[in-house]
């Protein structure tokens, strides 16, 4: 790219150590790329530290990918990596956190729905000692009442079930200083939910409210489907809830099941009862059966995860850098939690 063969040093480069990396994940927000990186160039040069801007591309299907490396050529201490698959945005932020080098990272959306006019908020925090600092939604414009529900039910069964602590409204705004940052990619195997896993990391953490802005331009690619599978991901990393359920709920049926086979041989030798209906017989014979694929499906949750992670692929891949020098090291093939 044009900063490989510019043989100068990036701003960030000549200005020493890097003290703040932003790590920004993108699927197809090409329109709103010019107007964030503004806003960010507006913060950083105010700052009076180095900071540099890893925007990853989600493997973007429209001009996504193009603006970024625009962006990149017009500002040095903007980088760009590319995923080689659409692989969400929480390995996306794995990917450029992986290769960041500040004493510490922020993470944030591309949609300008978190404002990076908190940065400079959240790195106060940073330097009172805080080593995990959440931007916390404390208001939420244009979310469907429904979604929130959701969003709120999903974080309150992860609390409770599964021993972690994320924000009760919710976090994927943020800055992990550079330990958490190492202990997380330590920890985070092939399914992450990176903020479950900081949150589950533990340091000291704290939260900054924050009003979260509704989207302004494209569209959330965060479809049901994802945000499933991420439920079931977080659940089967920190929860053992469902397995148990499963073995209590087999222990009762097993001890209804004898009772009732017990009284039902009783009556027949003692009273010489005749044999019970049919519909008996198949209201026991569907449920007990219905029970059982609903926890061979939960078991496969786990197993196909178990199987993920015992095969020690890497989570993802880089297409296209222009911190070459530093992926071909550290992000094409990630180092795995041994
Ligand atoms: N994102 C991504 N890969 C995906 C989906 C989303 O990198 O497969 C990015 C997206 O571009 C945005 C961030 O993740 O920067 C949050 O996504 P979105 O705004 O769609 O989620 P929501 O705000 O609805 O939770
Ligand atoms: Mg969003």
Not at 93 to 114: K, P, T
Not at 187 to 210: D, H, R, V
Request: aromatic fraction near 10%; glycine fraction near 8%; proline fraction near 5%.
């Amino acid at each position: 790219g044009a900063r490989d063969s510019s043989g100068g040093a990036s701003l960030s480069e000549s200005a020493g150590p890097v003290k703040l990396s932003i790590v920004i994940p993108a699927y197809c927000e090409g329109d709103g790329m010019r107007i964030l990186a503004d806003r960010l160039k507006g913060v950083l040069d105010r700052l009076p530290w180095s900071a540099e801007v890893i925007l990853v591309d989600d493997h973007s299907t429209d001009h996504t990918t193009r603006v970024m490396r625009e962006i990149g050529e017009q500002d040095a201490r903007f980088f760009f990596i590319r995923l080689s698959r659409n692989s969400g945005s929480h390995l996306a932020i794995l990917a450029g956190l992986e290769v960041s080098r500040g004493e510490c990272a922020v993470f944030m959306a591309a949609d300008l729905q978190d404002p990076p006019e908190l940065i400079p908020e959240l790195l106060d925090r940073w330097q009172q000692g805080f080593q995990t600092v959440w931007a916390v939604r404390a208001k939420r414009e244009g979310v469907p009442r429904i979604d929130r529900t959701f969003a709120r039910t999903y974080r309150w069964l992860l609390n409770r079930l599964g021993e972690i602590s994320l924000p009760p409204e919710g976090a994927d705004f943020g800055l992990v200083d550079a330990v958490v940052v190492r202990a997380l990619l330590e920890s985070a195997g092939a399914n992450p939910n990176i903020f479950a896993e900081i949150a589950k990391l533990g340091f000291s953490q704290t939260g900054l409210p924050y009003a979260k802005n509704a989207r302004q331009l494209g569209r959330s690619r965060w479809t049901l489907g994802k945000k499933l599978k991420l439920f079931a991901d977080t659940f089967v990393v920190f929860s053992y809830a469902p397995i148990r359920a499963m073995s209590y709920i087999g222990v009762t049926v097993a001890v209804l099941g004898f009772i009732f086979a017990i009284v039902v041989v009783v009556k027949h030798i003692v009273w010489g009862h005749p044999v019970e209906g049919w519909a008996s017989l198949m209201v026991a014979v569907l449920t007990i059966g219905g029970v059982q694929m609903l926890m061979f499906g939960v078991l496969g949750e786990y197993l196909w995860r178990t199987l993920d992670e015992a095969r020690r692929r890497p989570r993802y891949f880089i297409e296209e850098s222009t911190l070459l020098d530093r992926a071909r090291t550290a992000a094409v093939v990630p180092p795995r939690p041994r």
